[in-house]
């Protein structure tokens, strides 16, 4: 490999504090496949400093009108107390993103109203929910005042990990409702903001661990996933009819709202500001695609072995479709002597911490997983996604089955785990048949992008192209 793109994909990993503790108290869990992270947000910070090409192209891209990231406006002119500005001048933040300075706005006025906000992937969604609910905590009384829900255990840990840096300059207090987590016979639940997965949350709620008295905040993350009756949605429901009807702020993000969920979403949250995107703006420009023609199934596993060097040059996630598909090829990578981890819904709760939290720190490179963490996870030294298994609709069906769909939803959550922020990032889809070529030109189309084709067996052209991709 040569070296010149080392100083983008290496940058200096701290290792992140233990997110909040847990201990538990096991309830059945509903989420779907997930991953997750630990976000030492001053790593991040550290990545942007330190690199001038990253540092560049962060500062080019806020100025740029046409951006995401860019915003007229300071975090002072948003109206935020002075301690969270601290906690963000803290990260590392110096501007907002576009959708951090329109939403905050509209967020923080009096009297509260309801938000259905889109923007793409890796473009600050989090931040601007996790500051509302900040700025509308009255620490003075030590009650649950907000409430904040997403479709993993992996997620819930990154957002918290969030609420804690931003409000470290507050006496925030909080809690998690995940799986395991909260010591045995906890009976009462005081913290002013409790983040979790919707199970756990309602299990929460029935016994009245938590009063939701005082709750006058509700976010959903990943908020068409978490709405969708295919997806969290009954479970998400059951949350909402237990928090109380009047007085709460419903909020509402993503980076996707297909048609089917957008109507039930307006119900869900009432006469709501909206942001929203239109299709062709869905996917990031930083985020090259690319296709690798294989032969077959077997082939597959080949090419995915013959580019891991590539996938090591920074970090790399692996999609299958299927558990036992990453369960599979990481235990023949494995055994064939190459570094790899697997993740997926069917490990345990503390393994899954395990697993995630290694990633994140950067000891494993790459992640073999399902769509347990194609939603939301965000670690900057991703810079490779592989569709080892093209995304279909119906996660459990019949990948071989005719009508098997492409899901694009997914397929815009699982590239976007790369190119966070501005940085850049490069996804390969494997397809392998007259089936799986037409899934991925559904998708070509359906997002009006093109993707381009690597051959598989010329290798050094292969890093080339790569390697422009992410200059
Ligand atoms: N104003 C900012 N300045 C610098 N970095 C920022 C700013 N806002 C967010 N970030 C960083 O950008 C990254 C992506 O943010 P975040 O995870 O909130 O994206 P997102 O929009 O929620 O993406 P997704 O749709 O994938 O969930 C994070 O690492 C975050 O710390």
């Given at each position: 490999?040569?070296?010149?793109?080392?100083?983008?994909y290496?940058p200096?990993?701290?290792?992140?504090?233990?997110?909040?503790?847990?201990e538990?108290k096991?309830?059945?869990e509903?989420?779907?496949?997930?991953?997750e992270?630990?976000?030492s947000?001053?790593?991040?910070?550290?990545l942007?400093?330190s690199?001038?090409?990253?540092t560049v192209?962060?500062?080019?891209?806020?100025?740029?009108?046409?951006?995401p990231?860019?915003?007229?406006?300071?975090?002072e002119e948003?109206?935020?107390?002075?301690?969270?500005?601290?906690?963000?001048?803290?990260?590392?933040?110096?501007?907002?993103?576009?959708?951090?300075?329109?939403?905050?706005?509209?967020?923080?006025?009096?009297?509260?109203?309801?938000?259905?906000?889109?923007?793409?992937?890796?473009?600050?969604?989090?931040?601007?929910?996790v500051?509302?609910?900040l700025?509308?905590?009255?620490?003075?009384?030590?009650?649950?005042?907000?409430?904040?829900l997403?479709?993993?255990?992996e997620?819930?840990?990154?957002?918290?990990?969030?609420?804690?840096?931003?409000?470290?300059?507050?006496?925030?207090?909080?809690e998690?409702?995940?799986?395991?987590?909260?010591?045995k016979?906890?009976?009462?639940?005081?913290?002013h903001?409790?983040?979790?997965?919707?199970?756990?949350?309602?299990?929460?709620?029935?016994?009245?661990?938590?009063?939701?008295?005082e709750?006058?905040?509700?976010?959903?993350?990943?908020?068409?996933?978490?709405?969708?009756q295919?997806?969290?949605?009954?479970?998400?429901?059951?949350?909402?009819?237990l928090?109380?009807?009047?007085?709460?702020?419903?909020?509402?993000?993503?980076?996707?709202?297909?048609?089917?969920?957008?109507?039930?979403?307006?119900?869900?949250?009432?006469?709501?500001?909206?942001?929203?995107l239109?299709?062709e703006?869905?996917?990031?420009?930083?985020?090259?695609?690319?296709?690798?023609?294989?032969?077959?199934?077997?082939?597959?596993?080949?090419?995915?072995?013959?580019?891991?060097?590539l996938?090591?040059?920074?970090?790399?996630?692996?999609?299958?479709?299927?558990?036992h598909?990453?369960d599979?090829?990481?235990?023949?990578?494995s055994?064939?002597?190459h570094?790899?981890?697997?993740?997926?819904?069917?490990?345990d709760?503390?393994?899954?911490?395990?697993?995630?939290?290694?990633?994140?720190?950067g000891?494993?490179?790459?992640?073999?997983?399902?769509?347990?963490?194609?939603?939301?996870?965000?670690?900057?030294?991703?810079?490779m996604?592989?569709?080892?298994?093209l995304?279909l609709?119906?996660?459990?069906?019949?990948?071989?089955?005719?009508?098997?769909?492409?899901?694009?939803?997914?397929?815009?959550?699982?590239?976007?785990?790369?190119?966070?922020?501005?940085?850049?990032?490069?996804?390969?889809?494997?397809?392998?048949?007259?089936?799986?070529?037409?899934?991925?030109?559904?998708?070509?189309?359906?997002?009006?992008?093109?993707?381009?084709?690597?051959?598989?067996?010329d290798?050094?052209?292969m890093?080339?192209?790569?390697k422009?991709?992410l200059?």
């Open positions: 490999m040569e070296k010149d793109a080392d100083g983008f290496t200096r990993l701290e290792a992140s504090a233990p997110l909040a503790q847990a538990s096991g309830t059945k509903e989420e779907e496949e997930q991953p992270p630990i976000p947000s001053s790593s991040r910070t550290d942007i400093a690199t001038f090409e990253v192209t962060l500062a080019d891209q806020q100025t740029d009108p046409n951006s990231l860019f915003s007229a406006k300071t975090f948003l109206g935020l107390h002075q301690d969270l500005l601290k906690g963000l001048y803290d990260l590392g933040f110096s501007k907002p993103s576009k959708i951090q300075e329109r939403a905050l706005p509209l967020l923080l006025a009096n009297p509260p109203q309801n938000m259905i906000g889109q923007s793409q992937s890796g473009t600050g969604k989090t931040a601007a929910f500051l509302t609910m700025s509308r905590v009255d620490f003075s009384k030590n009650k649950t005042q907000a409430l904040c997403a479709p993993s255990r997620l819930a840990r990154q957002i918290m990990s969030v609420v804690v840096a931003m409000g470290k300059f507050t006496p925030v207090q909080t998690y409702a995940i799986k395991d987590n909260l010591p016979g906890t009976s009462r639940i005081t913290a903001i409790v983040v979790g997965t919707p199970g756990t949350m309602t299990d929460l709620l029935r016994r009245k661990v938590i009063d939701t008295s709750v006058k905040v509700f976010v959903l993350d990943e908020a068409d996933n978490m709405l969708d295919d997806g969290l949605g009954d479970q998400t429901l059951r949350v909402k009819n928090i109380p009807r009047t007085g709460v702020q419903i909020i509402l993000f993503s980076a996707t709202f297909p048609d089917h969920v957008r109507n039930f979403a307006s119900k869900f949250a009432p006469s709501a500001n909206k942001i929203e239109q299709r703006e869905l996917s990031v420009e930083g985020i090259r695609q690319f296709y690798m023609d294989c032969r077959n199934e077997d082939h597959k596993y080949d090419i995915l072995v013959s580019l891991y060097q996938l090591t040059i920074g970090q790399s996630i692996i999609f299958c479709q299927h558990r598909t990453a599979r090829i990481s235990q023949r990578m055994a064939e002597g570094k790899v981890a697997s993740l997926h819904g069917a490990k709760a503390g393994e899954r911490d395990a697993i995630i939290d290694n990633f994140r720190e000891r494993d490179k790459v992640l073999i997983t399902t769509n347990v963490i194609a939603r939301g996870i965000d670690i900057m030294q991703v810079n996604v592989v569709n080892y298994d995304p609709m119906n996660e459990r069906g019949n990948q071989h089955s005719h009508d098997a769909r492409p899901d694009v939803e997914t397929y815009i959550h699982r590239i976007g785990r790369t190119g966070r922020f501005g940085r850049k990032g490069i996804s390969i889809n494997f397809v392998h048949d007259r089936q799986t070529w037409s899934q991925m030109e559904e998708i070509e189309k359906t997002l009006g992008k093109k993707i381009i084709r690597i051959e598989t067996n290798l050094e052209e890093e080339k192209k790569m422009k991709a200059k």
